[in-house]
């Protein structure tokens, strides 16, 4: 089966930076779309940014350009989300996610999820 696992939340001061990754096992890594959401208390979880199987294609939420990075390894089956300049508001927990099908640019819907990361920035 499809499992992600999620690592490298914690908690950090505003300007500061952390690096997420999502380890992916049970599929063709390279064939599928990776998304990042994330879900803070009270709110619903919010789209934060998605990649192409190969790399080529990324867009990010407004609120998140210029500071988030996201990037792939189809040789290690690992997504990342490098998150610079963080901000208060940015504290949630993320998820990654990826959809049912393979290819398919911006994915539509998104089927799997790993369990969540906490990343906590303070003021």
């Known amino acids: 089966q499809v499992q992600l696992v999620e690592s490298g939340g914690g908690l950090v001061q505003a300007g500061g930076s952390l690096r997420l990754s999502c380890a992916v096992s049970g599929r063709t890594f390279s064939m599928y779309v990776m998304g990042w959401f994330r879900q803070a208390p009270g709110k619903e979880r919010e789209f934060v940014g998605a990649i192409s199987w190969n790399g080529k294609m990324i867009n990010y939420t407004d609120s998140v350009k210029d500071r988030f990075t996201i990037s792939r390894d189809n040789v290690k089956n690992t997504v990342y989300l490098q998150m610079n300049s963080l901000k208060p508001e940015d504290t949630a927990v993320y998820y990654c996610?990826?959809?049912?099908?393979?290819?398919?640019?911006?994915?539509?819907?998104?089927?799997?999820w790993g369990q969540g990361t906490q990343v906590t920035v303070s003021s």
């Open positions: 996610t990826t959809p049912n099908n393979p290819y398919g640019w911006p994915a539509r819907s998104w089927t799997y």
